[in-house]
């Protein structure tokens, strides 16, 4: 079974940082992508981040770039998601799902969230001004 489970959330003020865990199980982990995606109240679900881990490729949304950074251990199965100079919009749930087992020499991971079907609970970040 394939299971999601991501940790770190919490309560910052603007500046401050934060780092997201996603601790993945139940599927071959350096064979799929790790997206993160944020959703906040009122908006849609988005993509902020992604890293292949079938080549270490990443991919950042523009208004988290220079900002935040994205990992993975592919040993201990678990994507990370370094987020500093944090901002009051960047306040949303965060989500990390997986997606594949991804094609070697693939270019783009989607970002499109009804693409993936494995996902965590979602764990809240609040920055505050």
């Known amino acids: 079974e394939v299971q999601l489970v991501e940790s770190g959330g919490g309560l910052v003020q603007a500046g401050g940082s934060l780092r997201l865990s996603c601790a993945a199980s139940?599927?071959?982990?350096?064979?799929?992508?790790i997206t993160w995606f944020r959703q906040a109240p009122g908006k849609e679900r988005e993509a902020v981040s992604y890293?292949?881990?079938?080549?270490?490729?990443?991919y950042y949304t523009d208004a988290v770039k220079g900002r935040f950074t994205i990992s993975s251990d592919n040993a201990k199965n678990t994507a990370y998601l370094q987020m500093n100079s944090l901002k009051p919009e960047d306040t949303a749930i965060y989500f990390c799902?997986?997606?594949?087992?991804?094609?070697?020499?693939?270019?783009?991971?989607?970002?499109?969230?009804?693409?993936?079907?494995?996902w965590g609970q979602g764990t809240q970040v609040t920055v505050s001004s």
């Open positions: 799902a997986a997606k594949g087992p991804v094609a070697h020499g693939t270019v783009v991971i989607p970002t499109i969230p009804w693409l993936y079907d494995h």
């Open positions: 890293i292949n881990n079938d080549d270490g490729t990443t």
């Open positions: 139940g599927f071959r982990f350096d064979d799929y992508a």
